[in-house]
């Protein structure tokens, strides 16, 4: 099975679940993805979707000043981001009960 499209399928749930931890910039939410278990994400698909949550508004944006180069721009979940962040981990809890079900009687 190729995770790469699994990873296609949940990434806006990996990205609300980091946010709802805290607020970050965009390469922040790229490294903890990675240090999470999310090796294969790409720099380019995490910056498309927080610009893509931004636009459906689910998310607020601030820039931080840097010491080490350019502004940053933070992301945070708003309202309409945790109501996503909370319908989405019930749908996510609830067909991963039903894989892991059917994985378990195929054994």
Known sequence: MDGSQLLKGVLDLAVLAVLNE???YGYDVV?????????E?????VYGTLRRLFKAGALTSYVVASDEGPHRKY????????????TSTKTWTAFSD????????GQ
């Open 22 to 24: 805290r607020d970050g």
């Open 31 to 39: 490294r903890r993805l990675r240090e999470a278990g999310l090796e």
């Open 41 to 45: 994400v790409g720099d380019a698909s």
């Open 75 to 86: 992301y945070g979940l708003n309202e309409v981001g945790r109501e996503m962040y909370a």
């Open 98 to 105: 039903t894989m892991a079900s059917l994985l378990k009687e």
